[in-house]
């Protein structure tokens, strides 16, 4: 069973910084790519960035510029730097794995708050 767990949300003032990671445990076949969603109160989860297996990266046109996917194989390990935050970046971060034949795998969530 592949497990993927999240941490580093937290409540930051706007202008502030917050890294998170997502472990993936487990035994797996493959991952075609990883990276995050998020969802605000009320809204549809978006993509934020995505880590593909050659390294290629997509990002969200709102957090371009101020955040940064990266990826420790060895660790099976996925991480997101937010830096500048802002508050409508307030939601809940979720880790995204997409493994071949089409499997998605979600992580439990962590909550990221930004204040004004």
């Known amino acids: 069973q592949v497990q993927l767990v999240e941490s580093g949300g937290g409540l930051v003032q706007a202008g502030g910084s917050l890294r998170l990671s997502c472990a993936a445990s487990?035994?797996?076949?493959?991952?075609?790519?990883m990276g995050w969603y998020r969802q605000a109160p009320g809204k549809q989860r978006e993509m934020v960035a995505l880590?593909?297996?050659?390294?290629?990266?997509n990002y969200a046109d709102s957090v371009k510029g101020r955040f940064t996917i990266s990826r420790d194989n060895a660790k099976n390990t996925v991480y997101l730097q937010m830096n500048s935050l802002k508050p409508e970046d307030t939601g809940v971060y979720y880790c995204?794995?997409?493994?071949?034949?089409?499997?998605?795998?979600w992580g439990q969530g962590t909550q990221v708050t930004v204040s004004s």
């Open positions: 880590l593909g297996s050659g390294s290629n990266t």
């Open positions: 995204y794995m997409k493994q071949p034949l089409g499997v998605i795998r």
């Open positions: 487990g035994s797996f076949f493959g991952i075609d790519a």
